[in-house]
T-cell receptor, first 114, second 114 residues
Framework: AQSVTQLGSHVSVSEGALVLLRCNYS??????LFWYVQYPNQGLQLLLK??????LVKGINGFEAEFKKSETSFHLTKPSAHMSDAAEYFC????????????FGKGTMLLVSP | DVKVTQSSRYLVKRTGEKVFLECVQD?????MFWYRQDPGLGLRLIYF???????EKGDIPEGYSVSREKKERFSLILESASTNQTSMYLC?????????????FGPGTRLTVL
């Protein structure tokens, strides 16, 4: 069985500050990990994904995430927040064992203030 | 670009009505998914399909059914809508058999059952 925990349903940062969104996973086999973003009134869009290659993954819009097996974590970071980053972010996991479906976390709403 | 479209952005139905939510993708993807999204609960998988006329139950299939008569179209059916099915419904599609494949999402249908 697989699961995802996102710490903090809401995270507030100032424009220009570091963004850190936390994700911890549980998986019985090596996982594949994803971060998706949902802007208001839109569907989800892929930010980045880890598929057992490099542990530091770079995505769109300046975001990156690091896979840490020892900590079972896949935290999302961005050095400097923009107002346009305000959205809901979802971490998801699937198992690296043939066909598998995604299990999503409950989401973290990122609020960016001027 | 992959495009996933959903038949309605907003839908209001009455308790007991039969409701059809339609999803169409234009990238010849084998796999299609229906999720519901509720505040604080993230995305939960209702049903998915990895081939025409095939369907698999997700985590919360009760009260729902699906139909996939053509590769590009995946319908979610609420046989007798109830107020607890008021939610945002998201459709997604992906290619291939591996869990690493990116899922592409439609804009969602916000369903209200009165």
């Amino acid at each position: 069985a697989q699961s995802v925990t996102q710490l903090g349903s809401h995270v507030s940062v100032s424009e220009g500050a570091l963004v850190l969104l936390r994700c911890n996973y549980s998986s019985s086999v090596p996982p594949y990990l994803f971060w998706y973003v949902q802007y208001p009134n839109q569907g989800l869009q892929l930010l980045l994904k880890y598929t057992s290659a490099a542990t530091l993954v770079k995505g769109i819009n300046g975001f990156e995430a690091e896979f840490k097996k020892s900590e079972t974590s896949f935290h999302l970071t961005k050095p400097s927040a923009h107002m346009s980053d305000a959205a809901e972010y979802f971490c998801a996991v699937t198992e690296n064992s043939g066909y598998s479906t995604l299990t999503f976390g409950k989401g973290t709403m990122l609020l960016v203030s001027p | 670009d992959v495009k996933v479209t959903q038949s309605s952005r907003y839908l209001v139905k009455r308790t007991g009505e039969k409701v059809f939510l339609e999803c169409v993708q234009d990238m010849d993807h084998e796999n299609m998914f229906w999720y519901r999204q509720d505040p604080g609960l993230g995305l939960r998988l209702i049903y998915f399909s990895y081939d025409v006329k095939m369907k698999e139950k997700g985590d919360i299939p009760e009260g729902y059914s699906v139909s996939r008569e053509k590769k590009e179209r995946f319908s979610l059916i609420l046989e007798s809508a109830s107020t607890n099915q008021t939610s945002m419904y998201l459709c997604a599609s992906s290619s291939g058999e591996r869990g690493t494949d990116t899922q592409y999402f439609g804009p969602g249908t916000r369903l209200t059952v009165l």
